[in-house]
Structure formats: structure tokens, C-alpha cells
């Protein structure tokens, strides 16, 4: 079978087989690219893992071998006849190094071919994607400053590391994203190979994600199907594109925080109005992927509601604020900076009286916001699922259809179009 050909995913999905090369620098957070190898042979791709010589002192080539189903070699003079050092980066469709060792990074500058690693990274034309994985302090160096700049001008992705427990006892920025989350970024450039450039530096921008919940009782609430997908990828990649991002995120379905994002977590629609009215003071643009209440129980017991005489027949519900109308006021008052770009999303169904886009343009305008993300959705669409598409309406009466793909590739489209409505001075 050629490799570009379509192979089945583990989960009987049809997916178009790439060539993937993924490298293994020697730090402790080796072990995670075992979970990373497993995610793209899951999927359905060709895998070829390169570690370094330090990198076998942490996970043994024979695990390698096994999770990605290919010989493992570290040197330049292994399979001469192959010459697997110009072949295997030539042919790769992406180069995934994970975890990125200052030392590796250096060498990477420097273009340094002294193992089969280094030699794969010069002669590879793909999009390559560096994790990186050392102490703050390294990372805070004046040399991996630069050499992660040079990469960057060079064209790889750097991706931002998350904060937290280094090696032992020690945090700070430094330690590298979750398997899952490497996999989610690589996977986003299989589909989108320019989809990460690092066109949002020095922006701040605020989402919010996820559905609130409105206590009715202390062990009861309202509650909708949102998972936090969406506002989750956006912030994830915003932040990548080199933007301070604070993600406000109300109940999700178990996401973990995006790695270089402050997230705020919320529990009810007054709590998330709140926290996005306080960090949206200073933001260039505010993000309103949630899926706020509309409404809340009008009184919330201070112990359980019991079955009996005094059960309720009704629920009495009073209206909660409108935090996307709530922004577009304070720009008009002057509270936040009339530059600040606001966007809505709405999640719409057609009925009687019209189709999604006719809703949406009419709330579009309601809203008073500058862009509306739109999904359509019923029969399965938007909730709770990796895949979506949509429209993007502007304010100035724009409108373009997003390609259907997944949460991350909407995401992409969307911060696009958040990039051409921040001013740039
Ligand atoms: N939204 C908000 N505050 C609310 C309700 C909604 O900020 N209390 C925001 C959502 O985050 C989203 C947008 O408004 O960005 C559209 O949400 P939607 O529920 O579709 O709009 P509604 O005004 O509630 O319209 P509908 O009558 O269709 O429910």
C-alpha cells in the first residue's frame, strides 16, 4: 500500500496516512513520547521514531520499536545502504521532537548532523515541531532564548511549554504539554500545515469555554451540553501563536488547562461574567465560545429539595445577564478600549421562520459584537464532538464558510479572522 493512500484509525476511521518522523531528545519527559508514538499509529500513520543517544538512557529502543512497529537507530552509520539519514527526513510529512533538550535545540541552531536525529532535521522540508522540555532555568537562558528565536525565523514551530512540577521538587516554565496535547497541535498541521505562525505576539486576548452551571439546590443545577472543546482549542492555539491568553472555562468534560494559558475556572454565568469583565480590561480581543445560561433559578435552596409535601411543581427561573451584550456596552462606555475586538458564537438550528444563517445574522446584529462564529447544530453536530464547521459573520458583512475538519482547524479559521480585526500599531 502506497502511504498516501487513506488507512483505518483505531477507531474505524478513514484517515490519509502520513509520514511521520518523531524525535526523542534525552530528558526525563522521554517517556511521554511513548504515549505520543501510540496516538499516531493509533491514528493510522507510518511512524518512525529517532531518539537520541541520551534518549535511550530513559526509554529503551525496544519499546519504541514495538509502539511504532519500525527499527530504531540513533547513528548516522546504521542501515548505510538505506541512507537513512537523508531518506527519512526527506520523505517525512511531519518531524515531531519531543521533548526538545536545550542541548538538542542548540545543536539544531548550530545545524549540526553528528547523529541520525540532527542529520533527519537538516534535510527535512515539512513543517517541524519542537516540544520543549528542561528546567526554567535553561529555558530562561539567554542561549535558548535565541535558539529558540532562530528556529522560529527559520520556520519551526516552537511550541510554548506548560508551567508546573518540573523533575523533582522544583515548577516554572519548562515542562513539556501532555502527549495529548503535542498530538492535537501535530495533528492540526497534518491538516493545516501553515495553521501555526506567530502572528499573535505580544496580544492579549481572553476566551471564554465550556457551559455554566446554576445551582438549584447544593447538590443540584442547570446545566447544558457544552464540553469546552472549542473555546479550549482556541485558546490553546492562541497561545501558541504567541498571545497572553486567559481562558475564563465554566464545566467542561474533564479538558486539562492548555499548556502556556492562565485559565480561570467559573462555575455559574455571574461567576463568568465577572472574570471576563475583570481580564478583558487591557485585552485586545474577547473570545465568547461559552455556552452561558440564559436563565437561573430564581432562589437556590440551602439544603436538598425533598420529595413530599413541600416538593415544588415549578421552577421559577429569572434571566441572567447577556455577557457578550454586557462587553459591547462597556466598549460603547468607554470601560474597555474601543479596540478592543469582541466575538460572539452562536449555535443555531433552522425552524419556520428561517435558516441557521438568517438566525445568525439577525443576532449578529442584536449582539452589536464584530464577528459571530456560527455551527449548525442538531443531529449530532458541534456538542460534544472533535469535528466541526461552520461560517464566520463580520460585523462589516463578511461572510465565509469554515471547511468541515476538526475543533483545532476552527479554531485556526477563527483566530485568523480575531488577527484581522486586532489593530496593529
Ligand atoms: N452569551 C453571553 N451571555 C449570556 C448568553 C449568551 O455572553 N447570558 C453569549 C455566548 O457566549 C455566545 C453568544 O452570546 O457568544 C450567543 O449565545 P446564544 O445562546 O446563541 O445567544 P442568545 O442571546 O442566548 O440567543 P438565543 O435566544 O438564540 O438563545
Redesign the pocket.
Known sequence: MSDREPDSAADGSQVARKRIVVGVGGGIAAYKSCALVRSFTESGHSVRVIPTEAALQFVGRATFEALSGNPVQTGVFADVPEVAHVRLGQEADLVVIAPATADLMARAVAGRADDLLTATLLTARCPVVFAPAMHTEMWEHAATVWNVATLRERGSIVIEPASGRLTGKDTGAGRMPEPEEIFTLASLLLERPAALPRDLEGRRIVV?AGGTREPLDPVRFLGNRSSGKQGYAIARLAAQRGAQVTLVAGATAELGDPAAVDVVHVRT?EQM?EAVMKHVIDADAVI???????FRPATVATSKIKKGADEPDTIPLVR????????VQARRDGTIAPSTAI??????TGDATGGVLD?ART?LA??G?DL?VVNAVGDGKAFEVDHNDGWLLGADGTESAIEPGSKSLMASRVLDAVAGLMVFE
Open positions: 471564554s454565568a461574567r465568547m465560545s461559552a455556552a452561558v445560561a440564559d441572567n445577564e447577556d455577557i457578550l451584550a454586557g462587553l466575538v460572539g458564537f452562536a449555535a443555531e438566525h443576532k442584536r449582539k459584537c459571530l
